[in-house]
T-cell receptor, first 111, second 114 residues
């Protein structure tokens, strides 16, 4: 079946630190992979996506590469800001249009 | 700007009340979803719909029902609210087919059942 496992939080970083949030998946077929972000009190917003192996999604300084050989889609950012404080969800879209989410990783960036 | 709109951001209801959560999307999407979000549990799928008048159970359908009479509208119904249904409810939509498109989410409805 399909599932997503992501790094548990919470994660606390100082401003300008390097961020990695690990995400691995199990899927049948060739899923599309996503990172969503949820700011306090809001719904989820798409941060980036990748639709096939070796694709790199990027947005707002965040990047993630679709690694089929390791079934991973780790989120990275070189220098985090206070405004990046949020909950991050890794997700996949399976072949039957269903979406599967990780449990979310809370990030707090301190000045 | 394309949107998924949930009718209520915050609701407070009493145990046993019937609760309606409304969701409207303006993107002509075929697929619509209702999720529940709880701390430590992530997003859990309650129901989804691939077309008007069609519905499928998700992972946690017990205590909920849905209605999709029009393509743009997907309603979640709690027939008799209970305190363990206190949660954040998220509606989402997506295009159909074998595509790679993402889910678009509403801002959420935070329900408290007393």
């Amino acid at each position: 079946g399909n599932s997503v496992t992501q790094m548990e939080g919470p994660v606390t970083l100082s401003e300008e630190a390097f961020l990695t949030i690990n995400c691995t998946y199990t899927a049948t077929g060739y899923p599309s992979l996503f990172w969503y972000v949820q700011y306090p009190g809001e719904g989820l917003q798409l941060l980036l996506k990748a639709t096939k192996a070796d694709d790199k999604g990027s947005n707002k300084g965040f990047e993630a590469t679709y690694r089929k050989e390791t079934t991973s889609f780790h989120l990275e950012k070189g220098s985090v800001q206070v405004s990046d404080s949020a909950v991050y969800f890794c997700a996949l879209r399976g072949v039957f249009n269903q979406f599967y989410f990780g449990t979310g990783t809370s990030l707090t960036v301190i000045p | 700007d394309v949107k998924v709109t949930q009718s209520s951001r915050y609701l407070v209801k009493r145990t046993g009340e019937k609760v309606f959560l409304e969701c409207v999307q303006d993107m002509d999407h075929e697929n619509m979803f209702w999720y529940r979000q709880d701390p430590g549990l992530g997003l859990r799928l309650i129901y989804f719909s691939y077309d008007v008048k069609m519905k499928e159970k998700g992972d946690i359908p017990e205590g909920y029902s849905v209605s999709r009479e029009k393509k743009e509208r997907f309603s979640l119904i709690l027939e008799s609210a209970s305190t363990n249904q206190t949660s954040m409810y998220l509606c989402a939509s997506s295009l159909a087919g074998m595509g790679t498109g993402e889910l678009f989410f509403g801002e959420g409805s935070r329900l408290t059942v007393l």
